[in-house]
């Protein structure tokens, strides 16, 4: 009795060989294509030339109207902070975390006024806010001085100089924090950053109603930790004092003896 070879399709599953056959024989090849098929037109083939012409140039920020770009900063905002408790740190590196400092009614009123000679205005220029409240005429508004930490500020009457970058001012510094704040509020977006690197007093009998200020979140990381007064400008009033130009905080009320401070 002689046995039969085993071919290796005896082997495949039927459902296989049903689809091997159907398989062509042959590698089938595009022979022929219209004369119309990718063919560029005349549109194209200008777009593509003026492409290739133009030169790779690195642009420029110095005609850039606003540089202050929320997008990319709340980008910034919303990266991993840096782990800053290692064990081999260096005295250095703690100076330079950031730090947020107090600032009290009083001291920001000085702050509300436009600048004298040896002090510099808003990094905004004529699109300070300063120039769009509205309780003033339009076109009747000014350029308010730039704001300074009292850090800042204490180094400024000691030795005569400013911060290198120049800044914004109070009222520009007030809507670029609010404008943050309200967006990750809208947005439910959490950040372990700082948009502010000042506070308010708030309930604080002379200072400011917790009514008039943003507030930490409860439920959401906001970049906020204590209170900043919220930038209303229908809540300011031009005046002269001197004969230099002063904005009050004409609708910030103050808070009452009964009022309960804001405590972290």
């Known amino acids: 009795m002689t046995k039969r070879v085993r071919s290796g399709s005896e082997d495949i599953p039927s459902i296989v ?13 595009i022979l022929m294509v219209e004369d119309d098929y990718l063919k560029s037109t005349d549109a194209q083939v200008e777009a593509e030339s003026l492409f290739l012409q133009k030169p790779n140039a690195l642009k420029k920020l110095n005609n850039a109207k606003n540089c202050f770009d929320y997008a990319f900063l709340r980008k910034l905002l919303q990266k991993a ?10 005295s250095s590196s703690v100076a330079f975390r950031p730090v947020v400092e107090v600032v009290n009614r009083e001291y920001e009123n000085e702050f509300l006024r436009e600048p004298k000679t040896n002090e510099r205005a808003c990094i905004k220029g004529n699109s300070c806010e300063g120039h769009f409240i509205s309780t003033v005429e339009p076109g009747k508004g000014f350029t308010l001085r730039e704001f300074l930490l009292p850090s800042q500020y204490k ?23 609010a404008k943050l704040y309200i967006s990750f509020r809208s ?11 000042y506070r308010n007093y708030a309930g604080v009998v002379g200072e ?28 300011y009033e031009m005046q002269r004092v001197s004969g230099i130009r002063y904005y009050k905080q004409t ?4 808070p009452d003896s009964s009022a309960v401070p804001f405590f972290q």
């Open 17 to 29: 060989s049903d689809l091997l056959r159907d398989v062509p024989q042959q590698t089938q090849t």
């Open 81 to 90: 902070p840096l782990d800053s408790l290692y064990l081999n740190r260096k």
């Open 155 to 177: 180094k400024f009457l000691e030795t005569n100089t400013l911060p290198k970058h120049q800044q914004m001012c109070l009222m520009c510094r007030r809507a670029a924090v």
């Open 187 to 197: 947005d439910k977006v959490h950040t372990d950053s700082l948009i502010s690197d």
């Open 208 to 235: 400011y109603t917790l009514q008039s200020c943003l507030l930490p979140s409860s439920d959401s990381n906001v970049g906020l930790l204590d209170p900043v007064v919220l930038h209303v400008r229908k809540w």
């Open 251 to 254: 609708g910030y009320e103050y």
